[in-house]
C-alpha cells in the first residue's frame, strides 16, 4: 500500500469543530472526533452523496434528495428530516442551509446575523 490508496474512494470530506467526516462513492459515511453529542453515529447511514458539519451536529445528503442528520437532537437545525429535492448542503455554527432542485434556499438554525434568513432569496 502507498499510504493513500484507502483515501482513493473518497467522495468528500468536510469538518468544522473537531469532528472531521468523510463520505464515499460508495454513499457510506465515516466521521471521528468529539462525539459529545452523537455526532460521529453514522454507521448506518447510507446512500449519502454530501456531508456537512456544524458544530454539534452532521449532516448528510441522501442521492434521493432528503437529509440524515445526527448530533444534538435539540437545536433547531437538527429538524431536516421532512427536506426534500435538495441538491447541495451547507453547515456551520447554528445552522444548515440546502439548495433545492427548483433554486430555492431551505435553512434551519439560529438567525445569529441573519444566517438562516433564506425566505427571500431566489434564483
Known amino acids: 500500500m502507498d499510504g493513500s490508496s484507502s483515501f482513493r474512494n473518497w467522495n468528500e470530506r468536510e469538518q468544522e469543530s473537531g469532528c472531521p467526516a468523510n463520505s464515499f462513492a460508495a454513499g457510506t ?14 454507521s448506518y447511514w447510507t446512500d449519502v452523496k454530501q456531508v456537512a458539519v456544524g458544530e454539534c451536529n452532521l449532516y448528510g445528503l441522501k442521492n434521493d434528495g432528503t ?6 437532537p435539540y437545536t433547531k437545525q437538527a429538524k431536516v428530516s421532512t427536506w426534500q429535492d435538495i441538491t447541495a448542503i451547507s453547515a456551520g455554527n447554528h445552522f444548515v442551509a440546502g439548495l433545492r432542485s427548483d433554486g430555492t434556499v431551505t435553512a434551519k438554525g439560529d438567525s445569529f446575523s441573519g444566517r438562516s434568513d433564506v425566505d427571500e432569496w431566489e434564483n
Open 29 to 42: 459515511v465515516v466521521a471521528a472526533g468529539s462525539n459529545q453529542y452523537h455526532q460521529c453515529d453514522v
Open 67 to 72: 437529509m440524515v442528520c445526527s448530533g444534538n
